[in-house]
């Protein structure tokens, strides 16, 4: 399971949540405390938003304690909005292409968990892609292709439609093309540089772990998969079938709603 971080405020150096806080993103790279893998060493990534719409992006395959250059960048570089990665492979190989956040246009997308049986259905996934989103994949992932099928399903006009449409869609797909051994387990984090969007979905009720404070220094309001000082009262869970919403004014929490009876064409 990978950890990430995400973080929208006043504008601060990127350190100020991906290392220099007690359990920053790096610690939980070599420590994680509510993953089964306490390491997460197959690569990082970092999504931020400056003067214009699409993000920049820096990924590498290097674990993320290892790469001097990430330390450096998150002390210059600042932003009032940023996504964070630490990845610990489950689909897909060890490549930069692979590292999180995935983007396309102004979006970026990370995501902690996996798809069960990704193999069978990979495919079936890949075919309601449109042909324009499809062009965007570089990679191999499970996460990749859920969020280009976010995007196929109208995420750049209706997030929340979106993201129901393209649930509804994958866990039709596993219910009819695998045995349902294995789960659908997504915490997702996305964001098209305005507003942050977060949720916690698993058709076996263990979604992986996330996050939110909305009193963070400066005015700033985070999401992340452990919170970032340790156990604290200004960390409180994300609920699991919610879709949170936060913006400069606070978080907004919407009940997924599963589309019923789903038709994946």
Request: proline share 5%; with cysteine; hydrophobic share 40%.
């Amino acid at each position: 399971m990978c950890r990430l971080a995400a973080y929208l405020g006043t504008e601060i150096p990127l350190e100020n949540i991906i290392a220099k806080p007690k359990h920053s993103l790096l610690v939980q790279s070599l420590d994680a405390q509510e993953a089964k893998l306490r390491v997460n060493g197959d690569g990082f990534g970092i999504a931020w938003y400056g003067h214009q719409t699409e993000p920049g992006l820096f990924k590498d395959v290097l674990p993320a304690w290892a790469d001097t250059n990430l330390q450096s960048i998150c002390r210059l570089v600042k932003a009032r909005l940023f996504l964070a990665h630490v990845r610990a492979a489950t689909t897909g190989a060890t490549s930069r292409d692979n590292c999180h956040p995935f983007s396309c246009g102004r979006w970026a997308f990370m995501h902690n968990g996996n798809i069960g049986d990704f193999c069978r259905i990979r495919r079936e996934m890949e075919m309601l892609v449109s042909e324009d989103y499809y062009a965007c994949r570089k990679g191999t992932t499970d996460s990749e292709l859920f969020f280009l099928l976010m995007l196929t399903n109208g995420l750049d006009v209706d997030p929340q439609a979106a993201l129901h449409r393209t649930l509804s869609q994958v866990i039709d797909i596993a219910r009819r093309r695998t045995t349902g051994e294995k789960p659908i387990r997504l915490t997702c984090v996305f964001t098209e540089g305005t507003r942050i969007f977060a949720f916690r979905f698993a058709d076996d009720a263990q979604a992986p772990t996330l996050y939110l404070s909305e009193c963070l220094d400066h005015g700033g309001r985070a999401f992340a998969s452990e919170p970032l000082e340790g156990a604290c009262a200004r960390w409180r869970p994300v609920e699991p079938d919610r879709l949170y919403v936060l913006s400069c004014e606070g978080a907004e929490v919407h009940p997924l709603k599963l589309e019923q009876p789903v038709f994946a064409a």
